[in-house]
């Protein structure tokens, strides 16, 4: 046997009105405030954020858009704290690029957060430029992936 332990699965949905507290909840450990909240109303609304789930846990979420320049965009991923570095962040990336109605798909984080940049790289996207003044002194980076397509 492995010295090595097995990861808990991880399941990926859509998120519905039940998850709004616990997404909102989640948004809030990390952002520090509850600005997102109709964000987050929107989004789950729209059919446009994923929760990710480890058993009844909820461990995160994503929002993906296409709003960007009409492509599909990641404009916000949340993992808890405790349940960092177990692959929430790469399962909601994963079962993104699965179902991703465009060949082209946009994420960024800010240049400060280098763990988010090596998941980003680690997964085959490829930076694409920068965004100045969202955050002070914290550049934005924009990632891209061009994704493969059955039959093109």
Same mark, same amino acid.
């Given at each position: 046997? !492995? =010295?090595?332990s097995?990861r808990?699965?991880?399941i990926?949905?859509?998120?519905?009105g039940d998850?709004?507290?616990?997404?909102?909840?989640?948004? #809030?450990?990390?952002? =520090?405030? !509850?600005?997102? @909240?109709?964000?987050l109303?929107n989004a789950? /609304?729209?059919? @446009?954020?994923l929760?990710?789930r480890?058993?009844?846990?909820r461990?995160?979420?994503?929002?993906?858009? @296409?709003?960007f320049?009409?492509?599909?965009?990641?404009?916000?991923?949340?993992?808890?704290?405790d349940? #960092?570095? #177990? =692959?929430?962040?790469?399962?909601?990336?994963?079962?993104?690029? !699965?179902?991703?109605?465009t060949?082209k798909?946009?994420i960024?984080?800010?240049e400060?957060n280098?763990i988010?940049?090596r998941?980003c790289?680690?997964l085959?996207?490829v930076?694409s430029g920068?965004?100045?003044?969202?955050?002070? =002194?914290?550049p934005?980076?924009?990632?891209f /992936? #061009?994704?493969k397509?059955?039959?093109?």
């Amino acid at each position: 046997m !492995s =010295g090595r332990s097995k990861r808990p699965m991880i399941i990926i949905e859509k998120a519905t009105g039940d998850d709004f507290e616990h997404a909102c909840a989640l948004d #809030r450990m990390v952002l =520090g405030d !509850s600005s997102r @909240q109709n964000f987050l109303a929107n989004a789950i /609304k729209a059919a @446009q954020c994923l929760i990710a789930r480890i058993g009844d846990v909820r461990v995160g979420f994503a929002v993906l858009e @296409q709003s960007f320049y009409g492509q599909s965009f990641i404009s916000l991923l949340i993992v808890h704290r405790d349940y #960092r570095r #177990r =692959g929430v962040a790469t399962a909601l990336i994963r079962h993104i690029e !699965s179902i991703c109605p465009t060949e082209k798909l946009f994420i960024s984080t800010n240049e400060s957060n280098v763990i988010m940049q090596r998941v980003c790289e680690a997964l085959g996207f490829v930076r694409s430029g920068y965004i100045e003044n969202l955050d002070e =002194g914290d550049p934005e980076i924009i990632y891209f /992936k #061009r994704l493969k397509r059955d039959g093109v």
